[in-house]
């Protein structure tokens, strides 16, 4: 028997939350944005002010909010490292990085990105007119913003108490 003593193999754990998350809360969490954005712009669409109703077809809707749930994706994910200070491969537990009240301030930021997305790129693809834009980018920006980020936390009872 040849063993061979002093060699060891070091193991690192993943850690579990962070894989439900990897596989199961990002894309769930994405099709579940990609579902609501586009109820949002059915909605939305035939309602808006004008002299007559607008009709978008099924594939320039469904392109659009392809395009509109991965800007939204990058705009939610800045919000949660501006706001929370967590590493989610070590702990299921949520630390703010700011206190509540601010994290309501600064969601400003995300809803005014998203609005700006949403009207200029509704403006030149779907070729509404510039108050029709500016209003379907609003409703966008309302409906869509990462309301939960602040509110489900504490909620749920994940956040660190200071």
């Known amino acids: 028997m ?4 002093g060699k060891s193999i070091t193991l690192y754990d993943a850690g579990g939350f962070f894989l439900i998350l990897l596989f199961f809360g990002v894309p769930l969490g994405t099709l579940f944005d990609f579902i609501w ?3 949002v ?9 004008g002299l007559e109703e607008i009709r978008v ?3 320039r ?4 909010c392809l395009i509109i749930t991965a800007l939204g994706f990058v705009i939610d994910w800045a919000y949660f490292e501006l706001t929370w200070d967590m590493n989610l491969s070590k702990s299921t537990e949520w630390l703010p990085a700011v206190p509540h009240w601010l994290q309501f301030i600064w969601l400003l930021l995300p809803m005014s990105m998203m609005f700006l997305v949403n009207a200029a790129l509704s403006y030149s693809y779907f ?31 994940w956040v660190i108490k200071p």
């Open 2 to 5: 040849n063993e061979v003593k």
């Open 37 to 39: 954005n586009l109820v």
């Open 41 to 49: 712009i059915s909605v939305t669409l035939p309602r808006l002010p």
């Open 57 to 59: 077809g099924c594939w």
């Open 61 to 64: 809707r469904l392109l659009f």
């Open 127 to 157: 070729k509404l007119n510039r108050r029709q834009a500016l209003i379907f980018g609003a409703v966008m920006a309302f409906f869509t913003a990462p309301w939960i980020l602040p509110v489900v936390p504490y909620v749920a009872g």
